[in-house]
């Protein structure tokens, strides 16, 4: 055993990852890990690039450059053209992230859950009434530190309206989803409303942030500048976007929860702990193929 994967046993067990990662000041530490991640001067920017290369392990093959000017860069890096192919397929929404797919499912009388035996309101979440969801189908996407950090509309659609919801930054991996109950619910997100071009169906992606994540960027709303630089608030859109087209990123790996209205289901791949790449099919549209919907 590596003197790597001794420390990732180590740092990975439950008791451990959680007193390191949310016993501390977490939106101080936020804040710095977002200024420091910007420093380009070579005696931060190499040893913070080769300590997230070494813990992280991220796969740069399909990067657009493999030299990066600052950590926020190697976060933020681009992939080569051609890197992620979205599914063209009309009944296919598919994943608008690389991720880790966390908890998934229908949602019961307005209810979900972050892991098993740990559920939530769905009004909670949106802050808001749960609408035209409260019997919908819902997937957990997470986004680890190594991953590409950029995210893509799942289908052709227009975005209707952006809410930013301020919050904490609880960590979002499994040791804190098993301990911190409605942790979504609590941590800073945005709500992406949008509606389908072609078959009218509305859809929202929740980007929640979490411990370390710097910001959540946006290209179509506003400015492009952090979400959370101008308060809780509104932004009312009508940008209509491409299937695959880029809709923004994080400064860091987080979360993204995708909720559907009755009548789409999972697809057939899509299972808790399952490895998906943005572009690959995450749900069939009502109507289309019969799949499983845990």
Request: charged letters at 25%; glycine letters at 10%; hydrophobic letters at 40%.
């Amino acid at each position: 055993m590596t003197i790597r994967d001794r420390l990732m046993a180590l740092l990975l067990r439950e008791d451990v990852n959680f007193a390191l990662t949310n016993r501390l000041p977490r939106r101080g530490a936020t804040r710095l890990m977002g200024a420091l991640s910007k420093i380009e001067t070579p005696f931060v920017r190499h040893p913070s690039i080769a300590l997230w290369r070494f813990f992280a392990g991220p796969d740069l093959s399909d990067a657009r450059e493999v030299r990066f000017r600052s950590l926020h860069d190697a976060f933020t890096r681009e992939l080569k053209d051609g890197a992620r192919v979205f599914d063209p397929g009309k009944e296919t929404l598919t994943s608008p992230c690389d991720a880790i797919v966390g908890a998934i499912g229908r949602i019961e009388a307005g209810r979900l859950y972050q892991v098993k035996g740990r559920d939530y309101a769905l009004s909670d979440l949106l802050d808001d009434d749960a609408g035209g969801f409260a019997e919908g189908t819902f997937a957990t996407l997470r986004l680890t530190a190594g991953m590409y950090h950029r995210f893509h509309a799942p289908h052709d659609l227009t975005v209707k309206q952006v809410r930013y919801i301020p919050g904490d930054a609880w960590n979002v991996n499994r040791a804190a989803l098993n301990r911190v109950e409605r942790l979504y619910c609590r941590n800073e997100r945005a709500i992406i409303s949008t509606q389908l071009s072609a078959s009218g169906h509305k859809l929202l992606l929740v980007p929640v942030a979490a411990i370390l994540v710097a910001g959540i960027r946006l290209n179509f709303a506003g400015d492009g500048s952090l979400l959370r630089d101008g308060g809780a608030r509104t932004i009312v859109c009508d940008t209509a976007l491409a299937k695959g087209a880029e809709m923004g990123w994080f400064e860091h790996g987080s979360t993204i929860i995708v909720l559907a209205p009755p009548g789409f289901t999972l697809a057939e791949e899509i299972a808790d702990g399952a490895r998906i790449r943005a572009g690959q099919p995450l749900m069939r549209l009502p109507g289309s193929s019969p799949s499983s919907n845990s």
